[in-house]
């Protein structure tokens, strides 16, 4: 299985990014779907996480009523919409596929990682 992310960008303090990322090589919905990010000199820390069919959304507190997750089974496609961003949201972005029954925050536990997308948010 193969993740590949994309929309990651440079955008000042209160602005939007929306983050995708495609997945192949797969059937997408034998995952969960999550976006964890790590900025510099800092773990890597789960953002949002989605259900295998989207009915069930999970986030980081700091994020949660700024940042949307979805997912289209259809497209192979799950998404990350960011508003209000702060410059504590600065980070490299990562999508990853969940197979097992782990907890959808245990970041040990997934099976397949993309190679992150870059956001930068300037005050």
């Known amino acids: 299985v193969r993740l590949v992310e994309s929309g990651g960008g440079l955008v000042q303090a209160g602005g939007s990014l929306r983050l995708s990322c495609a997945v192949s090589?797969?059937?997408?919905?034998?995952?969960?779907l999550s976006w964890f990010r790590q900025a510099p000199g800092k773990e890597r820390e789960f953002v949002a996480g989605?259900?295998?069919?989207?009915?069930?959304?999970y986030y980081l507190r700091s994020v949660k009523g700024r940042f949307t997750i979805s997912r289209d089974n259809a497209k192979n496609l799950v998404t990350l919409q960011m508003n209000t961003l702060k410059p504590e949201d600065t980070a490299v972005y990562s999508c990853?596929?969940?197979?097992?029954?782990?907890?959808?925050?245990?970041?040990?536990?997934?099976?397949?990682w993309g190679q992150g997308t870059q956001v930068t948010v300037s005050s």
């Open positions: 990853a596929a969940l197979s097992g029954d782990a907890p959808i925050r245990t970041m040990s536990a997934y099976d397949y």
């Open positions: 090589g797969g059937a997408i919905t034998n995952y969960r």
């Open positions: 989605v259900g295998y069919s989207a009915t069930f959304t």
